[in-house]
């Protein structure tokens, strides 16, 4: 069956360090990529997705270029903010959104001053 | 917009007694939602799709007789955890379909003593 393997966490950076979170996929045909965010104390939200092969998602100074020669999609940040410490979700879907997400294990930011 | 809310934030319970947990998409109708499950340090793990007028799609090794969903309306979704015992505590999360995303409720904390 489909899945996803995230690197172990937790990461703990100084404000302004480059991230990289990895996140590598098991999946049969096609799926669809996201990253989402959970901040403390609220629900997941999506940081952001690719559809296809190369495409690249971005939002908030983060990327994820979806690989599908190496089927991942590594989650980076040039500079990280104290506002950036949360729990990260690689997940896939098969396809569109009524499809049942799979989600990796999380990972925990932590952004020190 | 697409915010879905969850009933209660947390809740404590006596062994042997049911609990029930609505989820509620506040500004858009969803004809699908899903309910998963999340251990602490784990990711989350999908119990159950819930279709508006119809039964629930359960995940393999997940109880429905024990996980009552009923999808009565376009905007509300309920678990009821039938004679909770202290191994069904845990955190779960209500995620709601619109326009190809998924919107996820704050989650709900149950702990059963």
Redesign the interface.
């Known amino acids: 069956g489909d899945s996803v393997t995230q690197m172990e966490g937790p990461v703990t950076l100084s404000e302004e360090a480059f991230l990289t979170i990895n996140c590598t996929y098991t999946a049969t045909g096609y799926p669809s990529l996201f990253w ?1 965010v959970q901040y403390p ?6 940081l952001l997705k690719a559809t296809k092969a190369d495409d690249k998602g971005s939002n908030k100074g983060f990327e994820a270029t979806y690989r599908k020669e190496t089927t991942s999609f590594h989650l980076e940040k040039g500079s990280v903010q104290v506002s950036d410490s949360a729990v990260y ?1 690689c997940a896939l879907t098969p396809t ?3 499809s ?7 990972i925990t930011l932590s952004v020190r001053p | 917009g697409a915010v879905v809310s969850q009933h209660p934030s947390w809740v404590i319970c006596k062994s042997g007694t049911s609990v029930k947990i609505e989820c509620r998409s506040l500004d858009f109708q969803a004809t699908t939602m899903f309910w998963y499950r999340q251990f602490p340090k784990q990711s989350l793990m999908l119990m159950a799709t819930s279709n508006e007028g119809s039964k629930a799609t359960y995940e393999q090794g997940v109880e429905k007789d024990k996980f009552l969903i009923n999808h009565a309306s376009l905007t509300l979704s309920t678990l009821t955890v039938t004679s909770a015992h202290p191994e069904d505590s845990s955190f779960y999360i209500c995620s709601a379909s619109w326009r190809e995303e998924q919107f996820f409720g704050p989650g709900t904390r149950l702990t059963v003593l």
């Open positions: 989402y104390g609220e629900g997941l939200q999506l979700f569109g959104a009524n049942k997400l799979t989600f990796g294990k999380g």
